[in-house]
């Protein structure tokens, strides 16, 4: 396996960073998880947008332009030879001393990781996953933005701890106010009466890549789709329920804090968009 780290294309063993690094002594950074499917690097554009956006607001300047980030997520799918995939772009502030500061940091660390992708079992999309509702509550998005995509992944790993303390692969994070905000690394979308609804991203939701193409592919589709506040009551009571996300794609839920949702199992909405979302990894991306 070959990852770009810096420049240069090294061996996996080979790729190391400083420990004066401060993507590791701070998770100052950004970062992307990106999909390739059949040669198709999928919304790369929406995705190196993100990228850009949110490491502007760190005031963090990334070293190429994306003319040379498209090439270089391409290219590192083409030396690892693959077609279907997983890229994971991070750039960190990179080496410093040791203060907080980040203008002791000359040069920013840009390394891009693609390999084959690892997801839920095949089985889950057939019957749904059961999640539940953790302690730990999305960061405040007057605080540190939710739609920086940054290294300080921790409120995240904790939801994911809860949750498999728990013995579910998933969880659903709520904001301060106790609103619904998103999954550990996807959003989450409600069906009620074929209307979709799914947090908008001042609730504390990244605004994912998936969650924009499925509310797209929804409309086109003439179902009726809203961003909207709302509560563990209306996902208890929704028709359906399922999370999206780039790993994930689409998958239904079935359980939710012990309440079964609709008939317990994917629901018509669901399975529509999914293959829907399916067809369009197969005819949209950057070759
Ligand atoms: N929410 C969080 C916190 C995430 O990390 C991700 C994954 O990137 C998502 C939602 C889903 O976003 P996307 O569909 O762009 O992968």
């Known amino acids: 396996q070959l990852i770009f780290l810096n420049g240069k294309f090294v061996k996996k063993q ?40 949110s490491a502007k607001s760190i005031m963090l300047t990334i070293p190429y332009t994306k003319e040379e980030m498209t090439a270089i997520v391409v290219e590192t799918l083409r030396q690892n030879h693959l077609q279907d995939g997983y890229i994971r772009l991070v750039v960190s502030r990179g080496v410093g001393d040791l ?17 084959p992708l690892r997801i839920f ?4 999309y057939e019957t749904g996953l059961e999640i539940v509702t953790v302690a ?19 409120n995240n790993i904790l939801v994911k701890i809860e949750a498999n303390l728990a013995g ?8 301060d106010q106790g609103y619904v905000a998103e999954g550990s690394a ?49 996902v208890y009571t929704a028709d359906e ?12 839920v079935k359980k939710v804090d012990g309440r079964v949702i609709g008939e317990g199992k994917p629901g018509p909405v669901t399975q529509d968009l999914l293959d829907s979302f399916r067809e369009l990894t197969q005819n949209d991306g950057v070759k």
Do not use: Q, W
């Open 241 to 252: 329920v399922f999370l999206t996300g780039t790993a994930a794609e689409v998958i239904a």
């Open 121 to 124: 079992p095949k089985e889950l």
């Open 14 to 53: 080979e790729a190391v960073v400083s420990v004066y690094d401060h993507g590791f002594l701070y998770g100052d950074g950004v970062f992307e998880g990106i999909r390739a499917y059949s040669g198709n690097v999928f919304r790369l554009d929406e995705h190196l947008t993100r990228l850009y956006d």
């Open 168 to 175: 579910v692969p998933e969880a659903l994070m709520l904001n």
């Open 186 to 234: 996807d959003n989450i979308f409600i069906v009620k009466n074929n209307k979709l609804l799914t947090p908008p991203g001042h609730v504390g939701a990244l605004v994912g890549i998936t969650r924009n193409a499925i509310l797209d592919l929804a409309r086109e589709k003439g179902y009726e789709v809203a961003e909207a506040v709302f509560t563990r009551h209306d």
């Open 136 to 154: 730990t509550r999305r960061n405040r998005s007057d605080v540190l933005s939710p739609m920086v995509k940054s290294l300080n992944y921790l």
């Open 99 to 115: 203060g907080l500061s980040p203008f002791s940091c000359e040069m920013p660390t840009v390394i891009a990781i693609a390999e």
